[in-house]
């Protein structure tokens, strides 16, 4: 492994010792477990291993196809086609199917808004409903030029909208790409341009923590930076002014509600490319993972299934805090949860708005079974205080969740203790954008499990901790962590970048997937993951490029060169820091003008990338620490910037003493 982060908050997680089975009266009060027992698990996984093609052929055989696939599995490593000759559509399967099936008037999607003024806004869309509303978008795009093929960008802030806009594109054949509403203007221009997407929906704004989004307004920006986009859907959500290019802007209202709800759902092939989702990687530009329909709608809908055990008919009520705009909120709000015919909650306000107990006051109202949420919101929590999770019932809650990021173990602790009343088995999954789905996982109701370990991989995942040379190593000790053998959901490409793919994900491990992270197996067969080992932190949960941070910093006047390292941070789990040296005519003269200068450049990489992406601690220094190759010592800025100098608290690296003992170790 090239740069195994090594710390103290590792170490107690490697030593961690606690293991919780499941607690008694789980399954009956789940509906029953999917999975019983490790040795159900054991022997199904391996079933999985054996025969793939049986069991996944299996596994997909539960949702309606137009054409039935020729062959399960082809597999030409880097490339996976599953369902070959397949044909379907995942909007069919995910709200039509259940129409048909009688399920109609059953509740889809429960939907809550943020604002707060008296009682929440709250609206449900039975799975009729959701089609009706879904087929007139469909048709209102085709209206507006949308066919199967095309690339529709959307960006909303979290309202019903935005997975009926999903929906709508799947179900006439057009895949979507959306962008995470936190996003600024130049992010949603990179992101339009590299897809070359001619239609976009967004909103006249969103909510965040009271204040408004200006989403329409950074459309506009954004579109002033690239001429691809043609036409523009634009939802009502605040009712603020906005401005209006005739023949190009769009109200929803206008186009969308006056459609018939007459639209069939398009068949398409299997491999049809279903989404774009834009994510960090070690270069400045991010890339569009390409999913495709067949293998992400049945990996999808079976890990939602059996991880967080979704039963119907037994007033389940599934909520994942995630924001569509990520990767989570695609499978795990959207398409793996509505085939599972348990209702999603969606949720359109911060953890913290109007006050720290608005997610415990909605558990409560909404009697939620299933919670789903990221390390960084629980250790939020734990630092608001107590006394507003225990003002709450939350005794409706069955099965927790983590994704993001490693939880450390006292998080975990308090979550299992505070949040799920010791009676809650607690699903640490590791996945990625590029998996499409969970990957490394406990099954609740199976899994032993210990705080901070994502413990055992899903059904048909072949993972390994190998060397640089692939080599598998012994349970125990670590390394980089691989699959070795394609799954459903795996990403088929980078859009528009061939090599990019094969570079990133293949050729680093021979013939298998190399997912960036480095993690341990320990003796129980146990998997802990470390963290990533490349040039991409986890910040909240989300993921970022530390060169892309790096470019939007030197893309300001008065930056010369920048490097930016993740540094431990106690909420965020990684924070980010900045060192960069300045054009000489832009060195602040004072304390003052140097507080100046890092608000000004906060404020800089806010507008280029967005707020998620400010740097928290940034530095000037006259030279950056380099080797004699002329390659910045990261490890030793993570290093300084993790406070091993904190005590120095140096604000500035010029001291040539510092600098000449950072060349020394070069
Ligand atoms: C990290 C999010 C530890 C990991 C679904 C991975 C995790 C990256 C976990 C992907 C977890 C995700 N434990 N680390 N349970 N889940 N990660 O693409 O470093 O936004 O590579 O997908 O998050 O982030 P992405």
Known sequence: MTETKTSAAIESVLTEERVFHTPAGFSEAIGGA?????????????????????????????????RPWDRVLEWNCPDAKWFVGGQTNICHNCVDRQVDQGHGDEVAIIWEGEPMDGAPEVRTFTYRELRDEVSRCANALKKLGVKKGDIVTIYLGMVPELAVAMLACARIGAAHSVIFGGFSAQAIADRVEDARSRFLITGDGAWRRGSVVPLKENVDQALEMTDHVEHVLVLKRIGNDVDWKDGRDHWWHDVVDGESTECPCEPVDSEHMLFLLYTSGSTGKPKGIIHTTGGYMVYAALTARTVFNLVPDRGQVYWCTADIGWVTGHSYIVYGVLPNRVPTFMFEGAPNHPDPGRFWDVVERHKVTQFYTAPTAIRAFMKWGDEHVEKHDLSSLKVLGTVGEPINPEAWMWYHKKIGGERCPIVDTWWQT???????????????????????????????????????????????LAIRSPWPAMLRGIYGDR???????????????????????????????????????NVSGHRLGTMEVESALVSHEAVVEAAVVGMPHEIKGTGIAAFCTLEPSRKPADAEATKALIKELRQHVGVEIGAIAKPDVIRFTDAMPKTRSGKIMRRLLRDIAAGVEREQDMSTLEDKNVLAQLRGES
Request: include cysteine.
């Open 434 to 480: 590029e998996t499409g789905g969970h990957m490394i996982t406990p099954l609740p109701g199976a899994t032993p499990t210990v705080p901070g370990s994502c413990t055992r991989p899903f059904f048909g995942i072949d993972a390994v901790i190998v060397d640089e040379h692939g080599e598998e190593q012994p349970l125990g000790s670590g390394g980089l």
């Open 34 to 66: 999917y999975v019983e027992s490790m040795e159900d698990y054991e022997r199904q996984y391996q079933r999985s291993i054996d025969d793939p093609e049986g069991f996944w052929g299996e596994a997909a055989s539960e949702f309606d196809w137009m």
């Open 499 to 537: 090599e990019r793919f094969v570079d990133t994900y293949w050729k680093r491990i021979k013939g298998m997937y190399f997912a960036g992270d480095g993690a341990r197996r320990d003796e129980r067969g146990n998997f802990w993951i470390m963290g990533r080992v490349d040039d991409v932190i």
